[in-house]
């Protein structure tokens, strides 16, 4: 008899990434070393799963245990103390010895310090890719899996709704991301449910955050307060929708991105220091092209992305668009654009 439906669903879900795991770390090898000495005694590449001890994570800490030695790849860990909570380090050290159970190895639990930059939400978000990059370098990974599923998914699109952010906001979570697509997302298909069940039926211990149910966050009242009622008033299928948007606006996303590629280069003002775009180039260019040009600029500039919303873009457009005299408009991060002559000008103050 076959493993619960609930497991083979991840099971399966993790190997398909990890096949492509494999193939991208293959390529990238025969490259570097050349078709004489392929296969010349290298360790086969390492996965890392980053690991909260929650149920989604540790059902693909499961699942990546289980499947990367059939592939001939090596399994780690790491889990990220954020030191939010007491006896945080007392649970990341529980959660290292489940993850070394499972025959994980390496695995490694990270204390982070987290900031203040763009809310609680987004510094504990920051200070956790920047621990797992940090791993992933020490140690040579191939890829780093996230446990993120299509519930996460759906939260992360209506968040983006709520703010206005724009089509790459609505795209959500891709599959794969970061530098060289060090992360990978197995689940972004499978709910939260499938998780929890895989958990349950492997009589995997759990831990539930609980900043996850606490309402001053806004991501925990998205999901226990928005998209339920969204539910129930709109039928089942909310998140099923979101997360199917999410795919649709990406490809849409990434065509405008490439586009914007060009029009970023062509704006540029005549021997203009960064930072310095011609106005009349601007103006000629689709709002959506040209709204994408001044976001990267500001960004570029010192505004910090996850808090630079659309209507600080906006704001800026209208120095193009509706210019009568305005003053300069402060964006975050003491980034500042104003209008000079037939330049917009976007640096820190």
């Not at 990059?133 to 990974?141: F, K, N, T």
Request: proline share 6%.
């Amino acid at each position: 008899m076959g493993p619960h439906p609930a497991v083979a669903a991840i099971r399966l879900a993790v190997r398909r990434v990890l096949h492509d795991v494999l193939r991208d770390a293959t390529r990238g090898r025969a490259a570097l070393v050349g078709p004489h000495l392929r296969g010349g005694g290298t360790e086969p590449p390492l996965a890392l799963v980053a690991c909260s001890g929650g149920a989604d994570s540790m059902a693909l800490a499961s699942a990546v245990a289980f499947e990367a030695p059939r592939l001939g790849l090596r399994a780690g860990a790491v889990t990220v103390d954020h030191g939010l909570q007491p006896g945080s380090a007392g649970r990341a050290a529980e959660v290292v010895s489940r993850l070394a159970c499972l025959g994980l190895d390496p695995v490694d639990s990270l204390a982070v310090a987290v900031g203040r930059e763009g809310g609680p939400e987004a510094a504990a978000r920051d200070a956790r890719y920047a621990a797992l990059d940090a791993a992933a370098e020490r140690h040579g990974a191939a890829a780093v899996l996230l446990g993120h599923t299509r519930d996460d998914q759906a939260e992360t699109v209506l968040l983006g709704l709520a703010r206005g952010s724009g089509t790459r906001s609505l795209s959500g979570m891709a599959a794969v991301s970061g530098p060289g697509g060090r992360y990978r997302r197995p689940f972004l298909a499978l709910d939260r449910q499938t998780t929890r069940k895989a958990c349950l039926e492997q009589s995997l211990p759990v831990w539930d955050d609980p900043h996850n149910a606490d309402p001053a966050f806004t991501r925990s009242r998205v999901r226990h307060e928005a998209l339920p009622s969204l539910e129930k008033a709109l039928g089942r299928g909310v998140v099923e929708a979101l997360a199917r948007t999410a795919r649709l606006s990406r490809d849409d996303a990434d065509a405008l991105d490439a586009w914007t590629d060009e029009a970023e280069r062509s704006s540029r003002a005549d021997d203009g220091a960064p930072g310095e775009l011609d106005v009349g180039r601007l103006y000629a260019l689709p709002p959506a092209v040209r709204r994408r040009v001044l976001r990267r600029t500001a960004v570029a500039a010192g505004a910090p992305a996850g808090s630079l919303f659309a209507r600080h873009i906006e704001e800026v457009d209208r120095l193009i668009t509706a210019w009568r005299g305005q003053r300069a408009i402060n964006l975050p991060g003491r980034v500042e654009a104003r209008r000079q002559g037939g330049r917009l000008v976007i640096r820190q103050s």
